[in-house]
């Protein structure tokens, strides 16, 4: 573990963000630097893509709900 040194407006945007999505700021952090790792080394997938990719490598079931479900 270590000590990651962001700017005061970026570590702003994470706390609000962490708010909203339930998670702590130093995971909202986390997931975000994972999805950006992600997304570089993956250039030609879509953000939703890797979502699906990854829930899939979880055991997680990504579909889609139909509009009757919503």
């Known amino acids: ?9 970026l570590h702003d945007q994470v706390r609000r963000v962490s708010k909203v999505s339930y998670r702590s700021i ?4 986390a997931y975000w630097i994972k ?5 570089e080394t993956n ?3 879509s953000f939703n ?6 829930f899939g490598a979880a ?4 579909r ?4 009757s479900e919503a």
């Open 59 to 62: 055991g997680v079931s990504a």
């Open 64 to 67: 889609p709900l139909a509009l």
């Open 35 to 39: 999805v950006g790792m992600l997304c």
């Open 43 to 45: 250039p030609t997938l």
């Open 1 to 9: 573990m270590g000590i990651v040194n962001i700017e005061d407006d």
């Open 26 to 29: 130093n995971a909202q952090a």
């Open 49 to 54: 893509e890797i979502i699906e990719r990854e």
